[in-house]
C-alpha cells in the first residue's frame, strides 16, 4: 500500500491500449486534473437516457463540483479511468473505496463501488467489458477485493457487462435499484470469458486489414517501378472486389486517374470511407499520411516505409510514435518495414504486397516476419505446390515487418476461427511473449494443425519485441507440449504444409516404411523412432522394384490394420525394369486411391519428375505425397535460406521510394 507522500503520483503503468469487439483500438488511461474540458465535451455528447442510467435522475450537465470530483484522485481510493480514441473520451470508469455502511472509505477497507458512462456511439463496442477488466485489475493492485454496483433495471446492457465479466457475483433487488457485488478475484470463467473477449477483438481487428471494402495507397508515384506504383498494380493485377484510391500530395491538382483508379492528393479528398491504407512514403511524411488517414477514419494500415527501428536509436522513436499515433485514432498496424498482406478469397482479392504474383487460393495460412521469408515462403509453396487451385494454395498470407503492433499472435487469433484455413504455418525469428504465444498455439493447434520454424530466439533488429528470458530449448519444449508441429526449415516447413493440407491425419503412431533403398528405409525408420512414432520394420523392394512392384507394396500396407500411414521411399532405380517418375506417380496414386482414410507420404532423393508429377495430381486428388528430403542437406537450404534474406533486405532497407 502506498504512503499518504505518494499517493498522488501518475501510475503511468495503468495505461494500455485494447482492441475492441469490432477491431478497432482504444486507450485506457488514468483521468487526470488536466481532462476538465475533455470530460465536459465527454458528458454533451452522451444522451439524456445513458445519463439518467448513470445518475438516477435527469442530469443534463456536470456541474463544476462534479467536474473537479471526477478528475481529481488520489489514485488509491478513488481511481477513474477513461477509454479514449483521438485524444478524446469514449467512455469513463470509476470507482471509490466504502466501509461496510456503504460511505467513502479508506484502505484498508476493502471494497469499492464502481460505475461507467459509455458514448452511446461507442455502446456494443465492449468498452465497458475492457474497462471493467482493467478497473478490476487497479482495485486488486490497491488492496481492494470486491466491487459493489447500484443498477437500474431498465439498464440491461450495464447488467449484461457484470453478470458477464464471470466473476463471483451476489445480486439483491431494493427500492427499484438492483444491487450486484462481486469478488475480484480472477476466476476460470472470469480469465475465459476474458481470453474469449481477446479472441474476439484480436481477430475482427485482423479481419479488418485482411477484408478490407476499399484500399487506399499513399504515396503511388507517377512513375511505373516505384513501391507505392507496384502496390497499386499488383491490387489491380489480383482483382481487388473492391474500389482503390492513388493517393499521392505531389499529383497535380488536374490529375483524376492513374492507371484507371481515380487519383486524390490526399486521403481527406476521399468522399467515401476507406478502410486499409498501405502507405509507402518515406518515413519523414508518413506522421503526415498517419494523420490524415486518421481523421478520414481508416479502419487499418499497412506501412512498407523502411527507416525505422532497423535503423537506430531515432528510428525506434519514430517506430514508437508511429504507433502511438495510430492507435490515438484506433487503427491498427501491420509494420513498418513490411512486406504486405495477401487475402486470395474471391470476396476480396486481396494483394496488398511487393508480391508480383497472387498466390494460388488455398487452405494454407503464411506468416512471416520478414519480407524476404515471405518471398521464399510464397515462392516455394508456389512450386512445390503444382500448377492447379486447391487446398495447397494460400488463404491469407501476413509480412509483419519490424512487428511494431500486429504480431504473430493477433494472426493466431484471426486463424483459429477462419474458415477458409486449414493449416497455418509461421516462420518466427523470435518469441516476445512465449507464455501468450504458447497458450494461443495450443488452442489453434487443437483445431487445425500449426507449423512453426522457430528462430535461435534474438528478435531481429527493428523487431518491437521484448526479448524472452526463456532458454532456446525451454521454449521449444513449450511449443512441443503445446501441439505445434516444429520444423528447421523453410522447405520443411513447405513440405509439412503441403502434407497436412493434403493428407487425412493418421489414427495412430504405426508407419509403414517400403522402398527401393535400404538405406534409406533405415534413415526413415530411426527418424519415425525419434519423433516418438512406432515403425514397422523397413519393407526393401531393391533397387531393381518396377512400378507394379511399388504399386503392389503400398496396397498391401495400406489394406495392413497394424499400419496407420505409409511413407515410401524412392531412389533413382537402375536395370530394364526400372520406372519413370510418370509411371511411378501413377503407380502410386491408384495404390493410395483405395485407401482415402491412410496418409502417404513418399520421401525420393533426386526424383524432381516424381515431385512434379505428384504434385500435379494431388492438385486435382489429394493422396500421394511428395517430400524432396535428405537430412544433409539441412544445411545447404538453410545457408541459402540466409543468403536469400540477407540479399531481400538489402533490397527492403532502400525500397521507399515514391516522392
Not at 503520483?9 to 475492441?20: F, G, I, K, M, S
Request: some cysteine; charged content about 25%.
Amino acid at each position: 500500500m502506498q504512503s499518504a507522500s505518494d499517493r498522488h503520483e501518475y501510475p503511468a503503468h495503468w495505461e494500455a491500449d485494447v482492441v475492441l469487439r469490432d477491431g478497432g483500438t482504444a486507450r485506457i488511461r488514468p483521468i487526470t486534473v488536466d481532462d476538465a474540458e475533455r470530460l465536459v465535451s465527454f458528458y454533451e455528447q452522451v444522451s439524456d437516457e445513458s445519463k439518467y442510467y448513470r445518475f438516477f435522475a435527469p442530469y443534463p450537465r456536470l456541474s463544476a463540483k462534479d467536474v473537479h470530483r471526477f478528475t481529481h484522485h488520489d489514485f488509491v481510493d478513488r481511481v477513474g479511468l477513461a477509454a479514449t480514441v483521438g485524444g478524446e473520451f469514449i467512455a469513463t470508469v470509476r470507482y471509490d473505496r466504502i466501509g461496510a455502511d456503504g460511505m467513502a472509505a479508506s484502505a484498508p477497507a476493502d471494497e469499492a463501488e464502481v460505475a461507467f458512462l459509455v458514448q452511446d456511439a461507442h455502446q456494443g463496442r465492449g468498452v465497458a467489458s475492457a474497462l471493467l477488466e482493467h478497473i478490476a485489475a487497479v482495485a486488486r493492485e490497491r488492496g481492494i477485493r470486491r466491487f459493489a454496483a447500484e443498477v437500474l433495471p431498465a439498464n440491461t446492457k450495464m447488467i449484461k457487462v457484470f453478470t458477464d465479466a464471470g466473476y463471483t457475483q451476489k445480486r439483491s433487488f431494493e427500492d427499484g435499484v438492483v444491487h450486484l457485488e462481486f469478488g475480484l478475484e480472477p476466476t476460470e470463467r472470469s480469465l475465459a470469458v476474458q481470453r474469449a473477449r481477446e479472441q474476439r477483438a484480436e481477430a475482427h481487428s485482423v479481419r479488418r486489414l485482411l477484408a478490407p471494402g476499399s484500399v487506399a495507397v499513399v504515396g503511388t508515384g507517377r512513375t511505373p517501378g516505384g513501391v507505392g506504383r507496384s502496390v497499386l498494380g499488383n491490387l489491380r493485377e489480383a482483382g481487388f472486389t473492391g474500389p482503390l484510391y492513388a493517393v499521392n500530395k505531389a499529383f497535380p491538382e488536374d490529375l483524376k486517374e492513374l492507371d484507371g483508379v481515380p487519383a486524390h492528393r490526399s486521403v481527406r479528398d476521399i468522399a467515401a470511407p476507406v478502410d486499409l491504407a498501405v502507405v509507402a512514403v518515406p518515413a519523414e511524411q508518413v506522421p503526415e499520411a498517419v494523420a490524415e488517414c486518421g481523421e478520414h477514419g481508416v479502419q487499418g494500415l499497412v506501412v512498407l516505409s523502411a527507416g525505422y527501428a532497423e535503423s537506430g536509436p531515432d528510428g525506434r522513436e519514430r517506430q514508437r510514435e508511429l504507433v502511438r499515433q495510430a492507435r490515438a485514432y484506433g487503427m491498427r498496424i501491420i509494420g513498418p518495414n513490411a512486406f504486405g498482406v495477401i487475402n486470395t478469397s474471391p470476396e476480396v482479392r486481396l494483394n496488398a504486397s511487393l508480391a508480383p504474383e497472387m498466390p494460388r487460393p488455398g487452405r494454407i495460412g503464411l506468416f512471416a516476419q520478414s519480407g524476404a521469408i515471405g518471398i521464399a515462403l510464397l515462392s516455394r509453396l508456389h512450386r512445390r505446390g503444382g500448377g492447379v487451385t486447391g487446398v495447397t494454395g494460400v488463404s491469407t498470407f501476413v509480412s509483419s515487418g519490424n512487428r511494431a503492433d500486429v504480431s504473430g499472435n493477433d494472426v493466431l487469433q484471426y486463424w483459429y476461427d477462419d474458415p477458409d484455413t486449414d493449416v497455418a504455418l509461421m516462420y518466427l525469428e523470435s518469441i516476445g511473449n512465449p507464455r501468450k504465444f504458447t497458450r494461443l498455439a495450443r488452442r489453434t493447434a487443437a483445431a487445425k494443425p500449426l507449423v512453426v520454424v522457430q528462430g535461435a530466439g534474438s528478435a531481429p533488429q527493428g523487431h518491437a519485441v521484448r526479448a524472452t528470458r526463456l532458454p532456446h530449448a525451454t521454449v521449444s519444449a513449450l511449443l512441443r507440449q503445446a501441439g505445434v508441429i516444429r520444423v528447421d526449415t523453410i522447405t520443411e516447413l513447405v513440405d509439412a504444409g503441403l502434407l497436412l493440407a493434403r493428407q487425412p491425419l493418421p489414427t495412430g503412431p504405426r508407419v509403414a516404411i517400403l522402398g527401393n533403398s535400404e538405406s534409406l528405409g533405415l534413415l526413415t525408420y530411426d527418424a519415425c523412432l525419434s519423433e516418438g512414432l512406432r515403425p514397422l520394420p523397413p519393407l526393401d523392394l531393391t533397387t531393381e522394384a518396377s512400378a507394379q512392384d511399388f504399386h503392389a507394396a503400398l496396397a498391401r500396407a495400406l489394406a495392413d490394420q497394424t499400419c496407420d500411414a505409409v511413407v515410401v521411399t524412392a531412389i533413382p532405380a537402375i536395370g530394364e525394369r526400372s520406372p519413370g517418375d510418370a509411371e511411378l506417380a501413377d503407380a502410386l496414386r491408384s495404390a493410395a486411391a483405395a485407401a482415402p482414410a491412410k496418409p502417404v507420404l513418399v520421401v525420393h532423393v533426386e526424383l524432381g519428375g516424381l515431385a512434379t508429377a505428384l504434385s500435379a495430381a494431388a492438385s486435382t486428388a489429394p493422396r500421394a505425397e511428395a517430400a524432396p528430403r535428405a537430412r544433409t542437406d539441412d544445411q545447404d537450404r538453410a545457408r541459402t535460406d540466409d543468403q536469400d534474406r540477407a540479399r531481400t533486405d538489402d533490397q527492403d532497407r532502400a525500397r521507399t521510394d515514391d516522392q
